[in-house]
């Protein structure tokens, strides 16, 4: 007979487990536990809804926290109403919170605390004076409160999903699980919410070609790029140029960060961090015009206000009834390759003035391999140079271990394989682009629903950012009641 104590320590070393029992049966499912699945499941929490939340990490949102850690960002893209809870004004009172408590335990006397209140203002460090940013900190420490205040770890169940399938009675459809090791599990949701988010980075050909063969130099090693979970954590060779192959906004925060760390170390270094990309700098606010962000509650405001609600741009979309037509007005809006204004004049332009940073108007042709070295600052690690070749005709020396892809992401939708499963077997529509022809109400089948960049086709160019998760849920939960 096994003692109780050990089957206690049995049952809490397998969470995921137990919760999955709980939950063989939910009203909803949530596939995929990033800002879209989090903000959803508040949502849905908020008006009483029952669901549980599948993501392959062991805690929600950790691809989000990583790949913004990744890239060095410092503050996001998006204002303050921008974030996972229900309530717009949320963000803004828990940053005002943070500040009260961090001065109630300040040892700092009153009155020299109000001093330096008023000179450094600790709410001015949380939001940028530039349409009230949030630090990525706040943003983040505001994620894990909103999960905490619906208890929405509670509701993840850790694992894959490796298909969704149709029931015959139509009630309800059944997602196959793989949780840790080989096991897997399935779980009947009445309703089911995809939110995958994008996964596949983009990586240019020359960055994929192999070695060739017989070659004298060793095999490359893997380049390193910012989104890319499995190659981020590659250092970087101590000594040599960096390069960042891309112009957006990833390549500008890396290229800040590093220039950063490289003031901060004692060495004489003058290596230099290139930024390849193939258009000049290009200075937006916003990845998408801030009409594109409208929720359904701001453009009803806007009415009140006497103004025209959904703005024009949104409307003529909408009416689109050609999804090719729709895909063409997403790529036109949206300005991947854009960099906030706070951002270049924060820093950046001063690090080109001082020559830290060179920003090549160029592509890459091809990088050879040159030979093969010690790490001038660690005598165990061998590092491979590289010789990068532009289209311009310059040539860039450093190693391979010191390039740095921020290409952002591939263009087909987020989890192909899962996605062209269930069009094949719930005989759903894709459209020429590969995206689901979802309804106003989000729906691609009765019980199947998307969000996210999936729902790109319906709710326009900001679907993938956090606007378009507040979107997504505001007309999941409306078509509910
Ligand atoms: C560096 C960076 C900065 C950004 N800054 C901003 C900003 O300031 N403002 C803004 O509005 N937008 C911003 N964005 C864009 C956007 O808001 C984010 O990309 C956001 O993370 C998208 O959320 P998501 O839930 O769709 O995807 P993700 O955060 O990628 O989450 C998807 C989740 O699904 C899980 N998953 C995938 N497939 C499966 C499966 N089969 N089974 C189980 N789980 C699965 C993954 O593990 C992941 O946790 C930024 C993006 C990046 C990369």
């Not at 805690?59 to 893209?77: C, P």
């Not at 590093?258 to 290596?271: C, H, K, V």
């Not at 009803?300 to 007005?329: H, N, Y």
């Not at 005709?393 to 450093?398: A, K, L, N, P, V």
Request: net charge neutral.
């Amino acid at each position: 007979m096994i003692p109780l104590v050990a089957w206690l320590l049995l049952l809490l070393s397998s969470p995921s487990s137990l919760l999955i029992e709980k939950k063989d049966k939910v009203d909803w499912l949530i596939v995929g536990g990033g800002l879209h699945g989090v903000h959803i499941a508040a949502r849905l929490i908020a008006v009483g809804s029952s669901l549980a939340i599948v993501d392959e990490e062991a805690r929600l949102l950790t691809k989000w926290k990583s790949r913004a850690a990744a890239t060095g960002m410092k503050y996001m893209r998006s204002s303050a109403s921008f974030h996972l809870d229900v309530d717009v004004a949320s963000l803004r009172r828990f940053a005002a919170t943070a500040t009260a408590d961090a001065a109630a335990v300040s040892t700092i006397p009153k009155k020299k605390r109000r001093q330096r209140h008023r000179s450094s203002s600790s709410s001015r460090q949380h939001f940028t004076s530039d349409y009230e940013r949030p630090s990525l900190d706040l943003f983040n420490r505001h994620c894990d409160h909103v999960i905490q205040k619906y208890g929405i770890e509670d509701l993840h169940i850790c694992g894959r999903v490796q298909r969704i399938d149709p029931t015959k009675d139509n009630q309800s459809v059944t997602v196959t699980i793989a949780t840790s090791g080989h096991d897997s599990t399935t779980v009947s949701a009445k309703q089911v919410v995809l939110a995958m988010g994008f996964d596949d980075p983009k990586i240019p050909a020359w960055a994929l070609v192999k070695e060739e063969e017989g070659g004298e130099y060793p095999q490359k090693p893997p380049i390193q790029h910012v989104l890319d979970l499995t190659t981020t954590t590659t250092s970087h060779s101590a000594s040599g140029d960096i390069v960042i192959v891309g112009g957006g906004i990833s390549a500008v925060h890396k290229a800040l960060q590093l220039a950063e760390q490289q003031q901060s170390t004692t060495s004489s270094s003058t290596s230099v961090i290139h930024i390849v990309s193939p258009h000049p700098l290009q200075e937006q606010q916003f990845d998408t015009h801030q009409d594109w962000m409208m929720t359904a509650q701001t453009a009803a405001q806007s009415l009140q206000a006497g103004g025209s609600g959904f703005p024009d741009r949104f409307m003529k979309f909408r009416q689109l009834e050609s999804f090719i037509d729709r895909r063409t007005v997403i790529r036109q809006a949206r300005k991947a390759g854009t960099v906030p204004t706070a951002l270049t004049r924060g820093g950046l332009k001063h690090a080109i003035d001082k020559g830290n940073i060179q920003w090549h108007v160029a592509t890459i042709d091809r990088v050879t391999s040159t030979a093969s070295l010690t790490d001038s600052n660690d005598d165990s690690r061998d590092v491979t140079s590289a010789c990068i070749h532009l289209s311009t005709g310059e040539t860039i020396s450093t190693s391979w271990d010191n390039i740095v892809l921020a290409t952002g992401f591939g263009s087909s939708p987020p989890s192909a394989p899962l996605i062209h499963q269930i069009a094949k077997d719930f005989n759903l529509p894709l459209a020429p682009c590969g995206y689901p022809m979802v309804d106003h109400t989000l729906r691609w089948h009765p019980r199947v629903i998307v969000s996210g960049g999936l729902a790109e086709l319906e709710l326009g160019p900001s679907a993938r950012n956090l606007a378009g998760a507040r979107m997504a849920a505001e007309r999941i939960v409306a078509s509910n009641q």
